[in-house]
């Protein structure tokens, strides 16, 4: 595989302590009691509209959309409180692109934000481009993404591989035709992924090296 098409939140970073005290300061400034992480996570991977609206329970635009707006405002001034990559990702990715391997992100989280989280994190000079949940004006399970991603970077999808923890980078991956990989360490439902019928499974950072190593 030429371009390496990398989910974030689950993924590449761990950033679920993070999303849930944003989470939950939103909640607060709501009147609503706050959530444990374990229950907040469950929402993460489609965007901060779909968790606003997942841990409100609600079809009220309305509130959805102010949990949103206080959701982002603590966000974005607190990414990388506790965010931090998973184990022997810069490693993986470092050996990867010594390889001439190009990397992207493709992610349902605000590109601004995720920008901002890799540069912190020291990871964002690896990406040939990040695609965020706004980027193109559709997000994962849809395809599109992951095809403007190799359409900037001309490339063809059988030179792609599309890797995420959860079933809307598998879907997303399937529909533009790229192999995929499902990673079991991240937030993501992993049988519901897996029924997806993902091309490759890691259930480690090691894992993912070996099958990125191969020939495939």
Do not use: W
């Amino acid at each position: 595989m030429k371009v390496i098409l990398f989910d974030l939140d689950g993924t590449l970073i761990d950033s679920g302590k993070d999303i849930a005290v944003a989470a939950n300061y939103a909640l607060k400034k709501l009147g609503k009691p706050e959530l444990p992480e374990e229950q907040i996570i469950k929402h993460v991977g489609y965007g901060g509209y779909k968790l606003i609206q997942g841990i409100l329970d609600t079809k009220d635009q309305n509130l959805i959309n102010e949990g949103v707006k206080y959701f982002r405002d603590y966000y974005f001034s607190h990414p990388v409180d506790y965010t931090k990559p998973y184990d022997k990702i810069p490693e993986l990715l470092k050996e990867l692109k010594e390889k001439n391997k190009r990397f992207a992100v493709i992610t349902n989280k605000y590109e601004d934000i995720s920008k901002q989280i890799l540069k912190e994190l020291d990871l964002l000079e690896f990406f040939d481009i990040v695609v965020g949940g706004d980027t193109t004006d559709q997000k994962k399970p849809d395809p599109k993404p992951i095809l403007y991603a190799l359409e900037t970077l001309s490339h063809d999808p059988e030179e792609a591989i599309m890797i995420g923890d959860s079933e809307a980078d598998i879907k997303a991956g399937k529909s533009a035709e790229t192999k995929t990989c499902l990673v079991t360490y991240g937030f993501g439902k992993t049988e519901l992924a897996r029924s997806f019928n993902p091309d490759f499974e890691a259930n480690s950072v090691e894992d993912l090296f070996q099958i990125l190593q191969s020939p495939v």
